[in-house]
């Protein structure tokens, strides 16, 4: 099967092409909008806000989330900010800037066209949240205020303080519930979508269980939208929310939807360092404190090694004594280069024996320098430079630090009981984001007719590595501003198809394949919790498949979570009924998933003989130890399609062309 992208041929410049897209595809009448229906799988950024669009155009919406409120999604926990290219600061940011970023940063493995689509919609994006009511940081004069990324050399981030995904989640939940009231949106909470139903090669429904009384329900539409995540949980910790799974993804790619890139997944170098064997799930602390914050180790092995005997602190090292790292590599872009530059120095610096904490996994992130630039800039302002103390000054900065980013040092030293104010925090890479997915077209289509993938659920805009901020970006450009089109050219020849029924053969099947999936589990009887196999997943993915792989490692990976998929069905104890509240089961039907997608990650990581973004072989580096792509023989999107085991999956290539942006080795010296 040959990959058709559908990126419009418009023979005109790139700048141009969603414009002209949209004036020509095919539209549905208002009053026929009425008759269609849609299911979103997920209400999250993505999901809530295509969900409260489409009910807003007209559309019949049913809303799936396997949370009790589509408050509680994920995205509550983005932090940082959302990247729009406004140009408020006047610092040269442009839509082609916004774009040549993020395919610099996604190391040149994404497809262009969507690229430049998200940069020139993100704008959009801003003016809805204002409208919303979203409480985005604002400077003295009233004017949104913006603060700097990683991967960028302008100011474009778009912040609510340090919770600017709770914000503007709140946003698209408000936009949810209007719908909701009018009845527009039909709301399914603490439901979870099981399998897709296909109709004469069309996506016309899901199978989904009652979390609440274990019901198996079918639900039918004219299509189906899945923005249920990413699939980070494969790693057991990670950043994710311990519920995050990629069971909707993987039960639409096992139905037909082929599964991009699963081996690009975001290590993001500011997170809390894993304390110990007890731990569920990783803190992130948002990239924005890479702003103010300096990352560094002790230049001298043997002061780490006091450190971490305790017999030195942070604060006992003079400035000669410290190796700001990244500042020293990257002069250009210092402590604000890309996450997966960020993350491999920390890795190398702590493998090298500098490590600063009792296990030697963790760098320091140090606010001393801010606080006192921010509290001499303040004594300046006040007319008291030369009679200020410098108790004052540290004083003076301190508050401004404390208003910039006060809820994340709380939250750090609730969780490490350590004053980030006063100590430097201690921080390492942990898994947070997966830029691969199930792969769509121009419109969002994955390979099944009818079935559309959104958010991060999809693999298109970010290449091989996410820039900061552009998370919450993508989730809102697909829901908000790019499926309501792309879907409507889809349902115009169903406007007189009339309701889908559900008592066909198609669900009839596709719900006796849930139903003997969740049996099998009850009555498995085994000897182990799903928690015991996760975590040995979790251990091989980071050991093998995780910041730095090799061939031997992969190798071994698949072989061993091959091995452990086997034991899992096996030997897997999941106590209770199917017919009841039983989260142990709902845990083994993602888990399950995980063990699948696992393997593919791995198989996919191995084929890929070259080093990008967040996929690092250890094989191809460059003399710097930087990665070295292969455009010669990798420029594409490897698509995986299922065909009865991640073994045996067929790979399909999507050639990635370059017309607007020069392939170089990139480079943030």
């Known amino acids: 099967m040959a990959l058709d992208s559908k990126v419009p041929n418009t023979n005109g410049p790139l700048s141009e092409m969603w414009t002209n897209y949209k004036d020509h595809i095919n539209l549905v009448n208002p009053a026929n909008k009425r008759n269609i229906d849609v299911i979103v799988v997920g209400t999250g950024l993505a999901g809530g806000s295509a969900a409260a669009t489409l009910a807003e155009l007209g559309y019949n919406v049913k809303a799936f989330c396997f949370q009790d409120s589509p408050r509680r999604a994920h995205s509550i926990a983005a932090q940082g900010g959302i990247n729009a290219a406004k140009n408020y600061q006047g610092d040269g940011d442009s839509t082609y800037r916004l774009f040549y970023d993020t395919v610099k940063g996604g190391d040149y493995r994404s497809r262009e066209a969507n690229v430049y689509r998200l940069a020139e919609v993100s704008t959009n994006i801003i003016d809805q949240c204002v409208a919303q009511g979203v409480p985005l940081a604002r400077e003295y004069g009233g004017l949104l205020d913006n603060r700097s990324f990683g991967g960028a050399l302008v100011s474009r981030t778009f912040y609510a303080k340090g919770q600017t995904g ?41 199978i989904a269980r009652n979390l609440v009384t274990g019901e198996i329900e079918r639900h039918s539409a004219h299509a189906v939208v899945v923005g249920s995540g990413g699939y980070g949980n494969v790693f057991f910790l990670s950043t994710n929310a311990m519920g995050s799974n990629a069971t909707a993804a993987w039960k639409i ?33 948002s990239e924005s404190l890479r702003n103010d914050g300096r990352i560094w180790v002790p230049k001298n092995i043997e002061d780490a090694i006091a450190i971490r005997e305790g017999r030195k602190t942070a604060i006992d090292l003079s400035e000669d004594e410290r190796d700001y790292y990244l500042e020293r590599r990257y002069p250009a872009f210092g402590n604000l280069v890309p996450r997966d530059v960020a993350s491999r120095a920390a890795k190398e610096r702590c493998d090298a024996g ?43 900065g301190t508050a401004v630090v404390a208003d910039k980013y006060g809820n994340l040092f709380q939250m750090y030293e609730k969780i490490v009981d350590e004053n ?60 908000y501003f ?7 050219a889809y349902l115009a020849p169903d406007i007189k198809t009339g309701p889908i029924p559900t008592n066909t053969p198609e669900f009839e099947a596709a719900e006796n ?20 196999f996760h975590k040995i997943l979790g251990k091989i993915m980071w050991d093998k498949v995780g910041m730095a792989r090799n061939a031997q490692g992969l190798t071994e990976a698949i072989q061993e979570i091959s091995e452990l998929r086997e034991r899992f069905y096996k030997e897997v104890l999941v106590p209770g009924t199917m017919d009841s509240f039983n989260q142990e089961l ?6 399950a998933d995980f063990l699948e997608l696992g393997e593919l990650f791995a198989k996919d990581a191995l084929h890929r003989k070259e080093s990008c973004g967040g996929h690092f072989r250890e094989e191809y580096q460059t003399p710097e130890g930087e990665a070295q792509r292969d455009d010669e023989n990798f420029a594409y999107v ?32």
């Open 482 to 488: 790019v499926l309501p089109y792309t879907i409507g």
């Open 513 to 532: 394949n849930v139903r003997t999936q969740l049996e099998r589990f009850v009555n498995n009887k085994g000897s182990h919790s799903v928690d015991y």
């Open 354 to 396: 500098y490590g600063v904490n009792k296990t030697g996994q963790a760098v320091f992130l140090d606010f001393a320098a801010a606080i006192q630039r921010y509290g001499k800039e303040k004594a300046y302002v006040k007319g008291i430079e030369h009679t200020a103390t410098p108790e004052q000054i540290i004083e003076m």
């Open 586 to 591: 709902e845990k083994a039907m993602r888990v």
């Open 420 to 479: 980030p104010y006063k100590m430097p925090m201690k921080i390492f890479p942990a898994v947070h984001y997966t830029m691969g997915g199930t792969w769509v077209d121009y419109n969002l289509m994955t390979t099944i007719p009818g079935c559309f993938s959104i958010g991060e659920s999809n693999f298109s805009d970010h290449g091989a590595n996410r820039l900061g901020a552009s998370a919450l970006m993508q989730g809102l450009a697909d829901g």
């Open 253 to 285: 790619h096992k139905k037909g939807a082929f599964f991009a890139n699963p081996c690009y997944t975001q290590i993001h170098p500011t997170c809390i360092p894993v304390s110990g064997d007890h731990q569920s799930k990783l803190t992130l602390m």
């Open 638 to 669: 490897a698509a995986w399609e299922y065909t009865g085991k991640p073994s045996e999956a067929i790979l399909h290539k999507e050639e990635l062309k370059f017309e607007n942006i020069k392939l170089v080795q990139r480079s943030y010296k």
């Open 166 to 206: 709770q914000q503007l989640l709140l946003g698209a939940y408000s936009a949810m519930n209007r719908q909701i009231g009018r009845g527009k949106i039909k709301m399914y909470n603490r439901h979870e979508m099981l399998d897709l139903v296909i109709v004469d090669g069309k996506a016309r429904g899901i």
